[in-house]
T-cell receptor, first 115, second 111 residues
Framework: DTAVSQTPKYLVTQMGNDKSIKCEQNLGHDTMYWYKQDSKKFLKIMFSYNNKELIINETVPNRFSPKSPDKAHLNLHINSLELGDSAVYFC??????????????FGEGSRLTVL | TQLLEQSPQFLSIQEGENLTVYCNSSSVFSSLQWYRQEPGEGPVLLVTVVTGGEVKKLKRLTFQFGDARKDSSLHITAAQPGDTGLYLCAGSYNQGGKLIFGQGTELSVKP
């Protein structure tokens, strides 16, 4: 039973297109995240939601729009895709404890290739 | 911008050798985590350290948190090919729980 699942696993598309990645967690966690891992394997946080509310919004182009319909789901929609958006996007969830972050449970990643 | 510097970035060793990976910052962490990521998968937590000077062991892996809580190290004894992967440190700086990741260390252990 997969804890954090994201779809699709692979996405190849043309520049200028719009695409979405979906994420679901069955761990009962309150907090979900989107991270971007670039070609150098650097993992950078993009967004964080706690109980459907946006709590972290890093410097990300507004072409990226997250949506959390409920605390078990966090989707990422990307408009007008650019070459530089090519990366692996990871969804994660955790149970935040006070000011410290608990263990992050990651999905398998969605590899986006923009041609 | 708070940075977590991880070194070395790449490490290729023979089976049976020992190695140490370092994670440093100019800021104090409230907690620090180490993750391991295999190709095609997401990172998986190895350990969390919270107290300055703390040492935790996980079989052949030893994790140390600096006394000042600004640095950490991961030591692997008698590395095996199964240890191959990307090792990531991640720190929380008491800012609403945001976790900042280091650049990662790609470890390759050859039989």
């Amino acid at each position: 039973d997969t804890a954090v699942s994201q779809t699709p696993k692979y996405l190849v598309t043309q520049m200028g297109n719009d695409k979405s990645i979906k994420c679901e967690q069955n761990l009962g966690h309150d907090t979900m995240y989107w991270y971007k891992q670039d070609s150098k394997k650097f993992l950078k946080i993009m967004f964080s939601y706690n109980n459907k509310e946006l709590i972290i919004n890093e410097t990300v182009p507004n072409r990226f729009s997250p949506k959390s319909p409920d605390k078990a789901h966090l989707n990422l929609h990307i408009n007008s895709l650019e070459l530089g958006d090519s990366a692996v996007y990871f969804c994660a969830s955790s149970q935040v404890l006070g000011l410290s972050t608990g263990e992050l449970f990651f999905g398998e990643g969605s590899r986006l290739t923009v041609l | 911008t708070q940075l977590l510097e991880q070194s070395p970035q790449f490490l290729s060793i023979q089976e049976g050798e020992n190695l140490t990976v370092y994670c440093n910052s100019s800021s104090v962490f409230s907690s620090l985590q180490w993750y391991r990521q295999e190709p095609g998968e997401g990172p998986v937590l190895l350990v969390t350290v919270v107290t300055g000077g703390e040492v935790k062991k996980l079989k052949r892996l030893t994790f140390q948190f600096g006394d000042a809580r600004k640095d950490s190290s991961l030591h692997i004894t008698a590395a095996q090919p199964g240890d191959t992967g990307l090792y990531l440190c991640a720190g929380s700086y008491n800012q609403g729980g945001k976790l900042i990741f280091g650049q990662g260390t790609e470890l390759s252990v050859k039989p």
